[in-house]
């Protein structure tokens, strides 16, 4: 089955413990991303990656890094998560930047 | 500052009635533009794509339009159902990025 799958769903952790968020996708996508989305703000792009070795900023990048050593696999990691980085995070994937997108199931991070 | 505004920001509406819901955008120049219906708790999924060029696209009971002169879009659903109930995105391309809406919340009720 062609998906977009993130690990883990849920996470509660502490400030300043790192910490990385999975993604993967089997639909040999060139294009990912990382989303977060809070309420009253909608979602907002964090990183993306136009393919393998090749990644820029988004919206909001401040805090957050990725790597894409692999076409299918785009983690997210979170140096020293802050509480304000507690939020519903969203990975997607799609052939390029100019077709449809593919969500993940998210993971809703708290950081306290 | 490209922005994306969404109305209105919530609807209710009765089972079996139309709705329409609106997307203004000051991205500029943009690709394209989409709509993504999200259910609470689950990740968007893509309703509509369409370029600058197009000024409709329908997907079954959603019809989206574009005026790319007034930078507005418009996503019509007919016939509503009750699996209908959720958000709706507008997000517009402006390659390589996208720019989010922050949503219409749609509920239908029987």
């Known amino acids: 089955e062609a998906q977009v799958t993130q690990n883990p769903r849920y996470l509660i952790t502490v400030t300043g413990k790192k910490l990385t968020v999975t993604c993967s996708q089997n639909?040999?996508?060139?294009?990912m991303s990382w989303y977060r989305q809070d309420p009253g703000l909608g979602l907002r792009q964090i990183y993306y990656?136009?393919?393998?070795?090749?990644?820029d900023k988004g919206d909001v990048p401040e805090g957050y890094k990725v790597s894409r050593k692999e076409k299918r696999n785009f983690p997210l990691i979170l140096e020293s998560p802050s509480p304000n980085q507690t939020s519903l995070y969203f990975c997607a994937s799609s052939f390029t930047d100019h077709y449809e997108q593919y969500f993940g199931p998210g993971t809703r991070l708290t950081v306290t | 500052k490209n922005q994306v505004e969404q109305s209105p920001q919530s609807l209710i509406i009765l089972e079996g009635k139309n709705c329409t819901l609106q997307c203004n955008y000051t991205v500029s120049p943009f690709s394209n533009l989409r709509w993504y219906k999200q259910d609470t708790g689950r990740g968007p999924v893509s309703l509509t794509i369409m370029t600058f060029s197009e000024n409709t696209k329908s997907n079954g009971r959603y019809t989206a339009t574009l005026d790319a002169d007034t930078k507005q879009s418009s996503l019509h659903i007919t016939a509503s159902q009750l699996s209908d109930s959720a958000s709706y995105i507008c997000v517009v391309t402006l390659r390589p990025q996208f720019y989010f809406g922050t949503g219409t919340s749609l509920t239908v009720i029987p």
């Open positions: 990656s136009m393919n393998v070795e090749v990644t």
């Open positions: 639909m040999n996508h060139e294009y």
